[in-house]
């Protein structure tokens, strides 16, 4: 199971670590842990008209969400909640058996198509995302 998960592609994306750091007086930040595995992942983000404008990350995770957190810091900047949504559901269902729909923008979450028979692991994959879903809908209601 190790050698199927840990792939140079997940491994190159987590050690990229996209977005790692913090930012001074975010306009949200949201942390989330997932405690069947120890994960924990803060989010923080500033918007401006409803997009993220500058996001970072910080995490206690493992390489799976270290690598869904550095996609989202690579390609959130500029996207607003509802892409986020929608990019969030595309992977979930890629996790359950579904194709892909188009990633043009986010080509990498073809890299964790090896998590789909480990269901134990979705939730590693999906936690960045749940994490900035919950900073956006923070930071929309301050608004």
Same mark, same amino acid.
């Given at each position: 199971?190790?050698?199927?998960?840990?792939?140079?592609?997940?491994?190159?994306?987590?050690?990229?670590?996209?977005?790692?750091?913090?930012?001074?007086?975010?306009?949200?930040?949201?942390?989330?842990?997932?405690?069947?595995?120890?994960?924990? $992942?803060?989010?923080?983000?500033?918007? #401006?008209?409803? %997009?993220?404008?500058?996001?970072?990350?910080? *995490?206690?995770?493992? =390489? !799976?969400?270290?690598?869904?957190?550095?996609? $989202?810091?690579?390609?959130?900047?500029? #996207?607003?909640? %509802?892409?986020?949504?929608?990019?969030?559901? *595309?992977?979930?269902? =890629? !996790?359950?058996?579904?194709?892909?729909?188009?990633?043009?923008?986010?080509?990498?979450?073809?890299?964790?198509?090896?998590?789909?028979?480990?269901?134990?692991?979705?939730?590693?994959? !999906?936690?960045?995302?749940?994490?900035?879903?919950?900073?956006?809908?923070?930071?929309?209601?301050?608004?």
């Amino acid at each position: 199971m190790i050698d199927e998960l840990y792939q140079k592609n997940l491994l190159r994306l987590a050690a990229n670590a996209t977005g790692d750091g913090t930012l001074d007086n975010p306009d949200a930040e949201e942390t989330l842990d997932n405690p069947t595995c120890g994960d924990r $992942i803060t989010i923080q983000i500033r918007l #401006k008209e409803n %997009e993220i404008r500058e996001l970072n990350h910080q *995490n206690r995770s493992c =390489m !799976l969400c270290q690598a869904s957190a550095s996609l $989202i810091g690579k390609h959130a900047i500029g #996207k607003n909640l %509802e892409d986020i949504l929608e990019t969030r559901h *595309n992977l979930q269902s =890629m !996790l359950h058996g579904a194709p892909l729909q188009d990633t043009s923008e986010w080509k990498e979450l073809e890299y964790f198509n090896v998590v789909a028979l480990h269901k134990s692991r979705h939730h590693c994959v !999906l936690l960045p995302f749940d994490a900035l879903i919950r900073a956006l809908e923070t930071a929309n209601k301050k608004v």
